[in-house]
């Protein structure tokens, strides 16, 4: 018999939420009661019916974490409850003063009752529900604006879309909870791994993975990486209101919302002081990121006769742990060659912990920096973790240096390719001139090559290239263009299929935008940006091949250094020969010409863009203005004819009006366009 539509939509009902509740003992309790065969089983159930009834889907169904479109930008969202935030205690002192100002307000009170919870060292962002339902997700932004986000934080698999309403007795009509999102640290490390491996650019820490994976526009790509999140503060609109900071977490949690159980109930400040303590070292242990103890004061009532000063709530404050640094031995000194020839020292050390991670390298800058330090091999080093993944060398334990140890003489000559090393007046860093010569410049020239903002050859990462160095089968890029499937499956675990894709990777880049082909070339000065106002000022290798010093140097955003090392590239015959072998494969070395249908009525016109543009994005307008004889430039200066602002412009906007320049806003940019 046919099932009727009422049916059906029960079935799904029945279906979703059997899903929430497996979703809920999974992610949430941890505790699954079915294998992971039976909940995709009830997934694919869900979808398949889904697909026949469209028009029965609900925004809550789990099939619905990834079902929208990229966006073109964030709408910016007005919080309907500020989001303050913390003031800072760096120190046990501070930690004092701040429960001894706090404990003033109530003079009966020898005491007062403090909550204390871990410091995520994430993105803060908050989630409204209206009647049990996610409605928006924002971040925190200043604190009354945010950005909206809800398309993004639904793919994360922790924030409950619906709220579970099993353990409370009312789901309150409207609810506000707040969070810190959070990658775990081993997601990061496999994350940093992987864009390693792509020639894309690391991020610095999990905070910074965290919170770019979440500002994503496209929500597939937050729904790809491993995102969580603790919350921890909620407001509830409704009859129930809790008597304590402690009950509102108990009651959050019952709704499904993820809390951290790293928290404790304080009796007073002494108990606040040895939680602290505990976590100080045990947090290493957690798996994720955090930087401190955020202590509330437990009574709600109290917290409303605290009340709040303009920028923090007086009944909470943050407790910071203190930088992390270890002391550890110094093994060795290795001297690397990068991609331009910069070469640079990197201290090779006997594994250590440090905030979370073991350290088994670090920064030591320059040649100037191991004089100033004057770092032995052997010596016990301090490292602290700054905001850079790399560690750094602060410091030597001298009491503890070996009386025969000598002092580390840098060498004169590149480590890879034996030549001398040279170093320009004023500059701290020695560079190896051996451009086409050096191995380990090859290799990261060629990783560079392979990057996304230059040849953007996809499925190519450093262990390819290594093998394509070693083998001898490439010696300069325009090499990569000459290989072929036989040379291809020379390589290790090499299967046809692998080294068909590799090669029609390596041949589509042949027709790269100018700009990724000079950024490509590796000109020591010239990076993404630079490589963008190059192509928006010559239309060919050759035309840029040509020019000199003087008219390079007069392009805005061009500087002498850049304009003198673009000179230098294409004197060395190296560089030379390896333009003919691009040319005689077919790799585009001139920007592919507009057909000139418009009047160019922007011909000698400089523009510099600045904020987001609503209606365009910056390729179409940089292509634009370039289509109608316009040029861009990254910087402003007297000689620009006009900075175009779009939404939340950066520092070039008050550069021009300091400089007089005139200011088009989108709407003036696009009538002056069309
Ligand atoms: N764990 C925790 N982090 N954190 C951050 N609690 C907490 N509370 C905060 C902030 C900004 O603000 C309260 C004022 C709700």
Redesign the pocket.
């Known amino acids: 018999m046919k099932s009727t539509i009422t049916e059906i939509n029960e079935n799904l009902l029945k279906l979703r939420d059997k899903i929430n509740h497996h979703n809920y003992l999974y992610y949430l309790k941890d505790a699954p009661v079915i294998p992971d065969s039976e909940y995709d089983r009830l997934f694919n159930e869900l979808k398949e019916l889904e697909a026949l009834y469209p028009e029965l889907i609900t925004p809550d169904s789990p099939t619905q974490r990834v079902g929208e479109l990229p966006s073109e930008k964030f709408e910016q969202v007005a919080h309907k409850y500020r989001l ?3 003031d800072n205690a760096n120190s046990k002192e501070e930690l004092s003063d701040w429960y001894n100002r706090a404990l003033k307000f109530f003079p009966n009170d020898k005491d007062i009752e403090l909550f204390c ?4 060292d994430g993105l ?1 962002i908050s989630l409204s529900y209206e009647n049990g339902f996610l409605t928006r997700g924002a971040t925190r932004g200043d604190g009354k604006t945010g950005e909206n986000i809800t398309t993004n934080l639904k793919t994360i698999k922790s924030i409950p879309l619906k709220l579970y309403s099993g353990e409370v007795d009312k789901i309150p009509e409207f609810l506000e909870v ?1 969070g ?1 999102i959070f990658m775990p640290i081993s997601s990061f490390e496999k994350l940093n791994e992987k864009r390693r491996k792509l020639g894309e650019m690391e991020f610095a820490n999990p905070r910074n993975a965290g919170s770019g994976s979440v500002r994503q526009l496209d929500p597939k790509i937050t729904s790809d990486r491993d995102l969580d999140i603790f919350i ?2 909620g407001i509830i609109e409704g009859n129930h209101s809790p008597a304590t900071h402690k009950d509102t977490l108990e009651f959050l949690r019952n709704l499904g919302f993820k809390i951290n159980p790293a928290s404790k109930l304080c009796r007073n400040i002494d108990e606040v002081a040895e939680f602290c303590d505990i976590w100080k070292n045990k947090r290493f242990e957690l798996g994720y990121a955090t930087d401190g103890v ?1 202590i509330k004061v437990n009574d709600i009532n109290k917290q409303d006769e605290l009340g709040f000063t303009s920028r923090a ?1 007086r009944w ?1 404050v943050a407790y910071k742990f203190p930088p992390e640094e270890a002391l550890t031995t110094l093994r060795a000194i290795a001297i690397n060659t990068g991609r331009t020839g910069a070469v640079t020292p990197v201290a090779i050390l006997e594994p250590v912990k440090l905030a979370g991670t073991t350290v088994a390298r670090a920064s030591l800058h320059n040649a100037d920096e191991i004089q100033r330090l004057d770092v032995r091999i052997g010596d016990k080093v301090w490292v602290k973790k700054a905001a850079e993944i790399i560690p750094k060398i602060i410091g030597v334990d001298i009491s503890q240096r070996n009386p025969d140890s000598e002092q580390f003489i840098y060498p004169q000559t590149c480590p890879s390719c034996g030549a001398y090393l040279e170093r320009k007046e004023g500059e701290v860093i020695t560079y190896c001139p051996n451009l086409t010569g050096c191995m380990a410049q090859l290799q990261g020239w060629l990783e560079y090559w392979v990057s996304r903002t230059a040849m953007d050859i996809d499925g190519v990462g450093s262990s390819l290239v290594a093998q394509f160095v070693e083998k001898g089968l490439v010696k300069d890029p325009a090499d990569l263009y000459g290989l072929t499937i036989e040379d291809i499956l020379t390589l290790d675990r090499m299967a046809e299929k692998s080294a068909n894709n590799i090669i029609n990777a390596i041949q589509s880049s042949k027709i790269r935008p100018l700009a990724g082909l000079i950024n490509a070339l590796g000109i020591k000065y010239v990076g993404r940006e630079t490589a963008e106002i190059l192509s928006s000022n010559f239309s060919s290798i050759e035309d840029l091949k040509l020019a000199s010093c003087e008219q390079l140097s007069s392009i805005e955003g061009i500087g002498e250094k850049s304009a003198q090392s673009i000179v230098s590239y294409f004197q060395n015959q190296k560089v030379i020969s390896m333009l003919e072998k691009l040319k005689n494969y077919g790799v585009k070395l001139e920007e592919e010409k507009h057909e000139i249908l418009e009047e160019q009525t922007l011909t000698g016109k400089t523009f510099v863009l600045t904020g987001t543009l609503t209606s365009m994005d910056r390729n179409k307008a940089t292509d634009i203005i370039k289509r109608l004889g316009g040029k861009l430039s990254g910087s402003v200066s007297e000689r620009t004819s006009y900075v175009v602002v779009g939404e939340n412009p950066g520092s070039k906007y008050e550069k021009a009006l300091k400089l007089n320049v005139t200011i088009l806003s989108e709407e003036d940019f696009v009538k002056m366009i069309y």
């Not at 919870?117 to 995520?120: A, H, S, V």
């Open positions: 303050f935030s913390l919870e871990l410091k995520i803060a707040r810190e921890y503060a955020v709530p909470a």
